[in-house]
């Protein structure tokens, strides 16, 4: 069955840091896979897919991921922290079959200090 | 633009209450879906549905019932609500393959007392 972990619950990083979430999956084929943010009492916005083809995605407000197939993972970085990104990230795979759904991993919460 | 509408955004119950949580869109995508927001457990997949009049279970779906008598909307309700459906729900539509975007409502904060 398929998985999703996101090994730290909460992470704290200084304005103008670097910053890099970490996400394993767990799934027997080529995975559709997924970063989601969700600012403090907002829905869920996507911020890249990775689908195929290159490993390295580019997403919006300067996020990138990597997909690295021999470690199962699909890590978020970006190369310096802004105030605004405080808020959840959410790792999701999408579920084999044509329905559009997903499993999403527990969540990191990422706190900017000043 | 409003994309996914969710009503209400707050309500409190009390146990046994019923309720409905209604989701609109508006990009005329076929597949939508309810999920329960808990803290430590990510979101997870309730009930979904891939096209107008139908349904299907998610991964936590007792306690609760949906429809989709229209395309546009889905109707998550809890017939008999309990302290453990206390929870933020999020719907979300899509065009249904697993390959493309989620587009997500604001959710709705449940409170069951």
Redesign the interface.
């Given at each position: 069955a398929q998985s999703?972990t996101?090994p730290d619950?909460h992470i704290t990083v200084s304005e103008g840091a670097s910053l890099e979430l970490r996400c394993n999956y767990s799934y027997g084929a080529t995975p559709?896979l997924?970063w989601?943010v969700q600012s403090p009492?907002?829905?869920?916005?996507?911020l890249l897919?990775y689908?195929s083809g290159d490993t390295l995605v580019q997403g919006i407000k300067g996020f990138e991921a990597e997909f690295k197939r021999s470690q199962s993972s699909f890590n978020l970085r970006k190369p310096s922290v802004h105030w605004s990104d405080a808020a959840e990230y959410?790792c999701a795979v999408?579920?084999?079959?044509?329905?559009?759904?997903?499993?999403?991993?527990?969540?990191t919460t990422l706190q900017v200090k000043p | 633009n409003a994309g996914v509408t969710q009503t209400p955004k707050f309500r409190v119950l009390k146990t046994g209450q019923s309720m409905t949580l209604l989701c609109a869109q508006d990009m005329n995508h076929e597949y939508m879906y309810w999920y329960r927001q808990d803290p430590g457990m990510g979101l997870r997949l309730i009930h979904y549905s891939v096209g107008e009049g139908t349904t299907a279970k998610g991964e936590v779906p007792d306690g609760y019932n949906v429809s989709r008598l229209k395309k546009q909307n889905f109707l998550l309700g809890l017939e008999s609500a309990a302290p453990s459906q206390t929870s933020v729900y999020f719907c979300a539509s899509s065009s249904g393959q697993w390959d493309t975007e989620a587009f997500f409502g604001q959710g709705t904060r449940l409170t069951v007392v």
């Open positions: 999703v996101q619950i559709y997924f989601y009492g907002q829905g869920l916005q996507l897919k689908f959410f999408g579920v084999s079959g044509n329905t559009g759904k997903l499993i999403f991993g527990q969540g | -």
